[in-house]
């Protein structure tokens, strides 16, 4: 099982729109950040080559690199974590485990299955979700007290926003790209 670690501040998660500039976003994080790899838009002959090729850059620069998608998937790919809604982190494994939140049913969901880190979205509007509601500043923060594991704000999250949240942990898509 994982051992309790202390997670990233800092992510930067993959998209079809991030993905032409990503080797150049990777070689601007600081050492000890995450990379969370999504890519869901590739077939996986082409996911798994885009993978290979961008985890080779981050584990050169000492970054995290998640993978979501199943715990087998991630052993065969050799990704230190993965990432996606509460229940896909069961069974537990031995990788670093994202769950992806959005109310406090699933924050509860989480909490139970033990994962090691929340994404917590959308924090504010996102070109993910257009014309999504979107948490603010204060639910994010009422949602965030009751996870038992650490936070990290997503959506719309920039380093502006970052400080105007007022929380140390965060992913951007867009933001870092």
Same mark, same amino acid.
């Given at each position: 099982?994982?051992?309790?670690?202390?997670?990233?501040?800092?992510?930067?998660?993959?998209?079809?729109?991030?993905?032409?500039?990503?080797?150049? $976003? *990777?070689?601007?994080?600081?050492? &000890?950040? %995450?990379? #969370? +790899?999504?890519?869901?838009?590739?077939?996986? =002959?082409? @996911?798994?080559?885009?993978?290979?090729?961008?985890?080779?850059?981050?584990?050169?620069?000492?970054?995290?690199?998640?993978?979501?998608?199943? $715990? *087998?998937?991630?052993?065969?790919? &050799?990704? %230190?974590? #993965? +990432?996606?809604?509460?229940?896909?982190?069961? =069974?537990? @494994?031995?990788?670093?485990?994202?769950?992806?939140?959005?109310?406090?049913?699933?924050?509860?969901?989480?909490?139970?299955?033990?994962?090691?880190? *929340?994404?917590?979205?959308?924090?504010?509007?996102?070109?993910?979700?257009?014309?999504?509601?979107?948490?603010? =500043?204060? @639910?994010?923060?009422?949602?965030?007290?009751?996870?038992?594991?650490?936070?990290?704000?997503?959506?719309?999250?920039?380093?502006?926003?970052?400080?105007?949240?007022?929380?140390?942990?965060?992913?951007?898509?867009?933001?870092?790209?």
């Amino acid at each position: 099982m994982v051992t309790r670690q202390t997670l990233p501040h800092l992510w930067l998660i993959s998209d079809a729109r991030n993905d032409a500039g990503l080797e150049a $976003a *990777l070689g601007r994080l600081p050492r &000890g950040s %995450g990379f #969370i +790899y999504r890519h869901y838009h590739l077939e996986p =002959p082409e @996911r798994i080559a885009r993978f290979r090729q961008l985890a080779r850059i981050a584990r050169a620069r000492g970054i995290v690199t998640v993978l979501a998608d199943s $715990a *087998l998937t991630a052993t065969e790919w &050799g990704a %230190g974590g #993965i +990432y996606g809604a509460p229940r896909s982190l069961w =069974p537990r @494994r031995r990788h670093l485990r994202l769950a992806t939140v959005h109310s406090l049913s699933e924050i509860g969901a989480a909490n139970l299955l033990g994962a090691d880190g *929340l994404l917590l979205s959308p924090a504010f509007p996102t070109r993910s979700h257009p014309g999504g509601k979107s948490l603010g =500043p204060l @639910r994010f923060r009422l949602l965030a007290r009751h996870a038992k594991a650490p936070v990290i704000a997503l959506g719309g999250m920039d380093r502006r926003k970052a400080r105007r949240l007022g929380w140390k942990r965060w992913a951007a898509i867009d933001g870092l790209s």
